[in-house]
């Protein structure tokens, strides 16, 4: 076929000009892109998850009320369940409803991802013994401790097969809807003190548990400001005298970047609220943050947290130990936690003021 000279002209022109541009590689370009879309997502799904996670209580008595109130045909159910979340025993029996699947859930891969949460053990740990971990500080709501301590698989059971840590928190937690039965499933248990002896007594069941407490307690999360180290633990002494009766070794526990996961509103003493906090707190035992997160969402803000274990406190059992014997085994361990924050804040927090005690 004859191709007319003025074609042939401009199809030359053509090749030699294109001997002259650069060659764009559409398919690297569109994988750049998708790479671009996917890293998104899966940011906007591990972000989504961990503000699931650390407002589940929250979102377990919206779901329950709204069921109950939207639903007529579920009320009578939910009645029952909330009377079955009141006098349900298993919080109190030092056994619960542990779920160990729980520390399969893909939600920790994503608290892993957002948190990357870190565990520094100053000495080994021997699953065939069993000790009183004191975790600090509270924080917001102890999120550190959860991982911890919970059925997770990012804390201590997972470093050392073997060993069961049963949290503890305060026994109004087995009574919000939903959220109560997530708690017994990761392994936790009421803090009162019958539960915990039945927790660290072989007698009450076959397993050979250790506690994990956070000491504090709700007086200790009102000064969960960013940058501090207030702790509220002079006055606390229960865990130790628990621990000599059962001949448990105590170990101290500090948490990095716990009082980072949230921003408290401030709350001096005397402004007003501080006195809306001390009024819930000594009304019902546990308190009313106010504080915020990333957004609306209460998305928590994202910091690397680092748990520092400290060397276990060898602890001479005692079935009725007197005032100055805990007081002996508490000096030590005050001891044993300042020197543990010291050593490790330069590494870990550097910009932190140092511990103190409050109370």
């Given at each position: 076929m004859?191709?007319?000279g003025g074609q042939r002209a401009r199809w030359g022109s053509l090749t030699l000009a294109s001997m002259w541009l650069p060659t764009v590689d559409i398919s690297a370009e569109w994988s750049a892109r998708f790479a671009r879309v996917s890293?998104?997502?899966?940011?906007?799904?591990?972000?989504?998850?961990?503000t699931l996670w650390t407002t589940a209580p929250l979102l377990g008595v919206a779901v329950y009320i709204y069921l109950f109130v939207c639903v007529a045909s579920l009320r009578a159910v939910l009645a029952i369940y909330l009377v079955f979340c009141i006098v349900d025993p298993r919080p109190y029996d030092g056994v619960g409803r542990r779920v160990p699947i729980i520390r399969r859930l893909p939600l920790w891969q994503h608290v892993g991802a957002y948190f990357q949460p870190k565990m520094v053990f100053e000495a080994p740990l021997d699953a065939q013994n069993k000790y009183v971990f004191g975790s600090h500080p509270h924080g917001v709501a102890s999120y550190v401790s959860q991982l911890v301590g919970g059925c997770t698989g990012m804390g201590i059971e997972a470093h050392f097969p073997g060993l069961v840590v049963r949290g503890v928190t305060m026994p109004a937690t087995f009574c919000i809807p939903l959220f109560r039965d997530y708690a017994l499933a990761m392994g936790c248990l009421s803090c009162d003190r019958n539960s915990i002896r039945r927790i660290l007594g072989d007698r009450h069941h076959s397993l050979h548990q250790s506690l994990l407490v956070?000491?504090?307690g709700a007086e200790e999360s009102m000064?969960?400001?960013?940058?501090?180290?207030?702790?509220?633990?002079l006055k606390r002494m229960g865990f130790v005298r628990e621990a000599i009766r059962a001949g448990c070794d105590l170990v101290p526990i500090y948490n990095f970047s716990e009082n980072a996961i949230y921003k408290l509103v401030p709350?001096?003493?005397?402004s007003l609220v501080h006195r809306f906090e001390m009024a819930v707190r000594n009304a019902f035992g546990f308190t009313i943050l106010l504080f915020h997160g990333r957004n609306l969402f209460f998305t928590?803000?994202?910091?690397k947290l680092v748990s520092v274990v400290g060397t276990p406190i060898p602890v001479r059992q005692n079935h009725d130990p007197s005032?100055?014997?805990?007081?002996h085994y508490h000096r030590i361990y005050v001891e044993e936690l300042?020197?543990?924050y010291r050593k490790y804040k330069p590494k870990y927090a550097p910009a932190a003021r140092d511990i103190q005690f409050v109370a």
């Open positions: 004859d191709v007319p890293e998104f997502l899966q940011e906007t799904l591990t972000t989504s998850m961990v956070v000491v504090g000064l969960a400001h960013e940058g501090s180290a207030d702790l509220v633990l709350n001096p003493p005397g928590p803000y994202r910091t005032n100055e014997e805990v007081s300042t020197r543990l």
